[in-house]
């Protein structure tokens, strides 16, 4: 009798410790955010950039994790098959939830089965730029030398199927122009080949560029955007030089695996909300390039889907080679 009363209180305590722990109000550690794309990227900076307001508002440390590889599948799917207790989150990009899907059937994560959308945090639009040391100034100087060569040029992307990658395809196909395409494990790692003439283009996020453009080691030829940026005002859009309508941007959103619950992502939510409108943030954000965004979950959800319809339109219409 006596052991069968303490067998139940013992059950009992048990019961109410792990009633109590389930209780503790999220978050109660740190919280990992995996980067899909090597340090130095602009998912990476960005990420490095609000995590840490967003971690003041959430309580709790942000901690970065690069995973790169395979235009972001890498980390894309390492995130999807984490546990769904918010405390794995990814930041995702255009590049990895809205074109991947598109050319690649096959990725082993599905962005509506297998993701929850947290907030959407931030927009750059692309700078096409060649190293300062390409005989060329002008976007035009730059169309009729690949004419006249071509096959001989080429340029580097953040792997297959990225937005860097289907930004400079959609060059080529308005220019008219074949050029020949080299993809990294991220746009951080093509610089070193452009000072060295490796690489004679990249179409990326001016968060990326922006050093060495400052620095002088690249030349920027045009922006993606239909209108100029406010950082770049003497900088020509593509528009502007000939390529109607060319008007491309990328999207950097916080992903959570499925079955995360609604309490969770909404404090997750919150938090990097708060942060982007803070000041400070605000002004950081655009000495980077980009613009703060934030939204509500279903916002975000809806954004992505539009993203890849435009994609996939584009990928049609113009008939682009994803090689």
Same mark, same amino acid.
């Given at each position: ?54 971690? @003041? ?54 962005? @509506? ?19 300062? !040391?390409?005989?060329?100034?002008? *976007? ?22 990225? !937005?860097?990658?289907?930004?400079? @395809? ?61 950082? *770049? ?6 528009? @502007? ?31 990097? !909300? ?50």
């Amino acid at each position: 009798m006596k052991r069968k009363y303490f067998n139940l209180c013992v059950s009992i305590s048990l019961a109410m410790w792990t009633g109590l722990a389930a209780a503790q109000p999220y978050p109660t550690k740190p919280v990992r955010l995996v980067v899909p794309f090597p340090a130095g990227g602009a998912t990476d900076i960005l990420a490095r950039t609000i995590s840490v307001k967003a971690a @003041e508002k959430l309580g709790q440390p942000i901690v970065i994790d690069n995973r790169a590889g395979a235009g972001g599948t890498i980390g894309s799917a390492l995130v999807a098959k984490a546990s769904a207790d918010g405390y794995t989150l990814l930041i995702a990009t255009g590049s990895t939830h809205s074109i991947g899907p598109i050319i690649n059937p096959k990725l082993p994560y599905d962005v @509506e089965r297998d993701f929850e959308p947290v907030v959407y945090v931030a927009k750059t639009a692309s700078v096409l730029v060649v190293p300062a !040391n390409l005989p060329v100034k002008t *976007l035009g100087e730059f169309i009729a030398m690949a004419k006249a060569k071509p096959g001989q040029l080429n340029y580097g992307s953040s792997g297959n199927g990225t !937005n860097s990658h289907l930004s400079a @395809e959609l060059f080529k196909a308005q220019a008219g122009v074949f050029i020949t395409h080299i993809p990294y494990r991220g746009t951080g790692l093509v610089f070193n080949d452009m000072m060295s003439g490796q690489v004679h283009l990249l179409m990326d996020n001016y968060v990326t560029s922006q050093a060495n453009i400052k620095d002088g080691r690249l030349r920027v030829l045009g922006v993606s955007s239909l209108q100029r940026l406010p950082f *770049l005002p003497d900088v020509p859009t593509l528009h @502007e030089q000939g390529l109607r309508g060319f008007d491309v941007s990328n999207w950097f959103g916080v992903y959570a695996p499925h079955g995360v619950t609604s309490d969770v992502i909404e404090k997750v939510n919150a938090a990097f !909300n708060a942060a982007l409108q803070d000041p400070e943030m605000i002004k950081r954000l655009a000495f980077l390039g980009a613009t703060p965004t934030g939204s509500t979950p279903a916002q975000m959800g809806k954004m992505v889907a539009d993203d890849k319809t435009k994609w996939a339109n584009l990928i049609r219409d113009r008939k682009l080679v994803v090689n």
